[in-house]
């Protein structure tokens, strides 16, 4: 229904920034809720930051708020997440996703299409 390619991840230091980008194509990407979820080895995928379909409303896992913002550019269809002060903790697996609702939520089984997932590796 929807296509979704991440592009952004790599190598960091810890302390250091990363930007992930997400493109999406198919479904009218501004009535779609998007989301960040991150899988590392061993632990479930959890969510990492939502946003609604406008921008206006974020929510954030706790471990992240203060270093991490998700945004998103509906004109060029493209979900971002900013990624500073990053640490160890935050190595995974990042995977941006689509709601079938507008509304903001942090269930993941509202989320019904997945992108490929792009590394984040953050050394010490």
């Known amino acids: 229904q929807v296509r979704l390619v991440e592009s952004g991840g790599g190598l960091v230091q810890a302390g250091g920034s990363l930007r992930l980008s997400c493109a999406a194509s198919?479904?009218?990407?501004?009535?779609?809720?998007m989301g960040w979820f991150r899988q590392a080895p061993g632990k479930e995928r959890e969510v990492v930051a939502a946003?609604?379909?406008?921008?206006?409303?974020?929510a954030y896992v706790g471990s992240v708020k203060g270093r991490f913002t998700i945004s998103r550019d509906n004109v060029m269809n493209t979900l971002y997440l900013q990624m500073n002060s990053l640490k160890p903790e935050d190595t995974a697996v990042y995977y941006c996703?689509?709601?079938?609702?507008?509304?903001?939520?942090?269930?993941?089984?509202?989320?019904?299409?997945w992108g490929q997932g792009t590394q984040v590796t953050v050394s010490s």
């Open positions: 996703a689509a709601a079938a609702e507008q509304v903001l939520t942090t269930a993941i089984d509202d989320y019904d299409d």
């Open positions: 198919g479904r009218t990407f501004s009535d779609a809720a």
């Open positions: 946003v609604n379909w406008s921008g206006g409303d974020t």
